[in-house]
Every structure is written in structure tokens, then in C-alpha cells.
């Protein structure tokens, strides 16, 4: 089920995108659904096992999100399997899945104001919705782009970046391989930056409604993929 895309530029600029995407969701769930994360799952964790400890509760919205999350992930698996699609064509129907998970967000974001009151089930509704979209991102990495970088947890590119930059300053001349490797694993780094800071600008002046761009760079995604193979 590989896109074995020829033109490397579209790629590139396509996993950038994804990586913008992530950053925004991941920053604009923290801030405006109750104090999640769309994507770190070891990051709820954290915060569930922290209100455990320091108030003998937790949020059910925090609680909820790593069964979601393979609620998610395993849904969007099997929607790209019995679809029967390949190669350009899966491509695109799960780019346009993740579309829809955001503009769910958007309308409930927008319409019903869950971050009015962070806890309450609409809240948690969106929070859900943001979780999907992110878990579809996850299987579309796995089914399309099974050799990149991840596009939504950057720890591991961060590491690898850091490893291929030293051992390419380390040698003398420097390592072709490993400043590719750098450039590679940096590139969706940025663009997941990128993301979060455009995002925390868009909450500042727009409030909820910022969940507009999310939605709206999912659908150039969608632009960016070929219709055919």
C-alpha cells in the first residue's frame, strides 16, 4: 500500500505540512480542550498520574485519551484495509479522514465553546475528535510513509537530528549521509514548531476560532496529494 511517489519535493513538502498540522493541534488541544495532548499519549499519562497523586482524582477527559487514541489508530487501520485503496488513493482518503476529524473540532469548537468549561462532556467530545485526527495522521505515516520520520512525536527526530549533526561536524571531511539524516529528521522538527507557534498566535487573537487553521492546512494537504499514482 506504499505511495512510491517519484517527485521527492511533493513528499517533503507534504510531511512538513503534516508536522505544521501536528504542532498546531497538539498546542491548540492543550490550551482549549481541558489540558490535552492530541498526540504525546505518555504526556496524558503524566498528567493523569500527577492529579492521582497531588488530589486523588482525574480529569475523565485525560483519562479517556490513550483508549482513544488506539480507538483511533486501529478504526483508521481498518478503514484503510477494507477500503481496498493503494498508493496515491489511500493517500488521499486518509488525508481527507484526518480533514474531517479536524473540522468536527472546528464546529464544536466554535458552536458549542467547549473551552468555556474545559471539563465538561463537549469538552471531552472535541478532545476526542483532536485524538482522532491524530491517530489517523499516526496510520497514515504507517501505511504511506513507512521509511519517514514521524510527523507528530518529535522526540525521536529531535534525537536523531542531534546524533547526525555531531557525527557529521565529528568527521573530517563531514559525512554526506549524515547531514542528509539531519536535514531529514530536522525538517518535520521545524515544522512542528512552526505549528505550535502559529498556533499560540491564533489562540491570542482568535481565540477558538483557530482551530480554523489546522482544518484548513489538512485540506492543502489534501491538494498536495496526486490524484493518481
Known amino acids: ?25 497538539e498546542l ?3 490550551i482549549t480542550l481541558g489540558n490535552i495532548f492530541a498526540a504525546h499519549m505518555t504526556g496524558n499519562l503524566v498528567l493523569v498520574a ?6 486523588g482524582s482525574m480529569k475523565i477527559a485525560q483519562a479517556l485519551t490513550i483508549p482513544m487514541f488506539v480507538l483511533a489508530i486501529a ?14 488513493a489511500l493517500l488521499r482518503l486518509l488525508l481527507v479522514t484526518q480533514f474531517a476529524f479536524l473540522v468536527a473540532v472546528v464546529v464544536l469548537a466554535n458552536t458549542l465553546q467547549p473551552s468555556l468549561n474545559p471539563h465538561r462532556l463537549l469538552t471531552g467530545i472535541a478532545a476526542m475528535m483532536a485524538i482522532c485526527a491524530m491517530g489517523c495522521q499516526f496510520t497514515l505515516r504507517y501505511f504511506c510513509f513507512p521509511q519517514a520520520p514521524s510527523t507528530v512525536v518529535m522526540t525521536s527526530n529531535l534525537a536523531n537530528a542531534v546524533l547526525s549533526f555531531v557525527g557529521a561536524i ?5 559525512s554526506n549521509a549524515d547531514m542528509l539524516s539531519f ?3 530536522f525538517r518535520p522538527v521545524c515544522g512542528f ?3 505550535g507557534a502559529s498556533a499560540a498566535l491564533a489562540v491570542y487573537f482568535m481565540g477558538s476560532f483557530a482551530w480554523v ?17
Open 183 to 185: 536535514e531529514r529528521h
Open 170 to 174: 565529528a568527521r573530517t571531511p563531514a
Open 1 to 25: 500500500m506504499q505511495w512510491k511517489n517519484p517527485d521527492l519535493r511533493s513528499e517533503k513538502h507534504l510531511l512538513t505540512l503534516l508536522s505544521v498540522i501536528a504542532g498546531m493541534t
Open 213 to 229: 487553521l489546522p482544518a484548513a492546512c489538512a485540506a492543502i494537504a489534501i491538494q498536495l496529494c496526486p490524484r493518481q499514482d
Open 75 to 88: 478504526g483508521t487501520w481498518l478503514i484503510a484495509t477494507r477500503s481496498k485503496a493503494s498508493g496515491a
Open 28 to 30: 491548540l488541544g492543550f
Open 50 to 55: 500527577a492529579d492521582l497523586v497531588s488530589s
Open 193 to 195: 514548531v512552526i505549528g
